[in-house]
């Protein structure tokens, strides 16, 4: 959220004046990513739409080769995502995978003894 996201800064920032490591006297955000609940996007493979104050923003994706090698190996979507507002009117998304995973059992059991060998030295 982004109380959480203002208190780290702020921690972050705390630290860095009582070394002597900061550039300012007031914190200043350099870099904003926004983190997104499920119900304030959605997800298509045309379109990501976002919720903003007045209406909803639609986005137009271009997906990188590693998005394809996990979605089409199964791995659903997850509910949050992030993005982030670049210069030239671009906006990098990040979208997060999630998988469930299945306990291993196994099939046999093999029956062994564990003898103990003392070795004089």
């Known amino acids: 959220t982004a109380c959480e996201d203002a208190s780290e800064r702020l921690d972050s920032f705390e630290k860095l004046k009582r070394r002597g490591r900061a550039y300012t006297e007031k914190p200043s955000v350099r870099r904003v990513t926004i983190h997104l609940d499920d119900?304030?996007?959605?997800?298509?493979?045309?379109?990501?739409s976002i919720s903003a104050k007045r209406s909803r923003v639609f986005?137009?994706?271009?997906?990188?080769?590693?998005?394809?090698?996990?979605?089409n190996k199964g791995w659903s979507i997850a509910s949050?995502?992030?993005?982030?507002l670049l210069k030239g009117n671009v906006v990098e998304f990040y979208v997060i995978f999630k998988?469930?995973?299945?306990?291993?059992?196994?099939?046999?059991l093999f029956p062994s003894t564990l003898t103990r060998i003392r070795s004089l030295y």
């Open 99 to 108: 998988r469930d995973v299945k306990p291993y059992e196994p099939k046999r």
């Open 39 to 48: 119900h304030l996007w959605k997800f298509s493979l045309d379109t990501i």
């Open 59 to 71: 986005i137009s994706p271009i997906f990188p080769k590693i998005f394809w090698r996990y979605y």
């Open 80 to 84: 949050e995502a992030r993005f982030r």
